[in-house]
């Protein structure tokens, strides 16, 4: 069974750019969640979709954005892009049942100069 | 406001020896309970979890122990073995909502 992919494992960009990050979820997941990991913090969760809608958002500001496709894969955007967006960002995926455990990609690192 | 925490950053522990990592909670409608492990480069991979009507989950060499009166949960592993050196994050969630994790605790398993 493959599991949660994410594209792409780098990316550089500059400030102010726009990033987009892709998640495929593993099949016969539902629910996709986003999470943000900066340098020596823990996971921040930053949004999570389910059958393509979105049912929580985390702290960050309206210009960290995403959606959830009809084959439920998931993109996130980060608009305006700010130094301190530098960090690693996880996909996760779940059956979207309730106490059913998240599955996490490895991530995409995200680099803004 | 930090609702998981995990107060030690990290854990040094013989091989062949028990390692017990611990974690606080301060909010009381968490149901959910997990451990997740993390090598570098790697996404965070799903160990065990406790749903708060029990009080304690095996798995082989893993197991949780959750103390709802203390809000705490604590993930042993016997022996530990070098290949167990990772970050451990515990998370929780309410309801079938969102996961909170902690930040996390490296543990160092020396052969």
């Known amino acids: 069974e493959a599991g949660v992919t994410q594209s792409p494992t780098h990316l550089i960009k500059t400030r102010g750019q726009q990033a987009t990050l892709r998640c495929s979820p593993i099949?016969?997941?539902?629910?996709v969640y986003w999470y943000q990991q900066a340098l020596g913090l823990g996971l921040q969760f930053l949004l999570w979709?389910?059958?393509?809608?979105?049912?929580n958002r985390g702290n960050f500001p309206p210009r960290f954005s995403g959606r959830q496709f009809p084959n439920y894969s998931s993109e996130l955007n980060v608009n305006a892009l700010e130094l301190e967006d530098s960090a690693l960002y996880l996909c996760?995926?779940?059956?979207?049942?309730?106490?059913?455990?998240?599955?996490f990609g490895n991530g995409t690192r995200l680099t803004v100069t | 406001d930090q609702q998981v925490k995990q107060n030690s950053p990290s854990l040094s522990v013989q091989e062949g020896r028990i390692s017990i990592l611990n974690c606080d909670y301060t909010?009381?409608?968490?149901?959910?309970f997990l451990w997740y492990k993390k090598y570098p480069a790697e996404g965070p991979t799903f160990l065990i979890s406790i749903s708060s009507i029990k009080d304690k989950n095996e798995d082989g060499r893993f197991t949780v122990f959750l103390n709802k009166s203390a809000k705490h949960l604590s993930l042993h592993i016997v022996p530990s073995q070098p290949g167990d050196s990772a970050v451990y994050f515990c998370a929780a969630s309410e309801e079938g909502n969102k996961l909170v994790f902690g930040a996390g605790t490296i543990l160092r398993v020396k052969s």
């Open positions: 979709y389910d059958e393509g809608e979105e049912r």
């Open positions: 909010n009381s409608m968490f149901d959910y």
């Open positions: 996760a995926s779940s059956l979207g049942r309730l106490r059913s455990p998240l599955h």
């Open positions: 099949s016969g997941h539902t629910s």
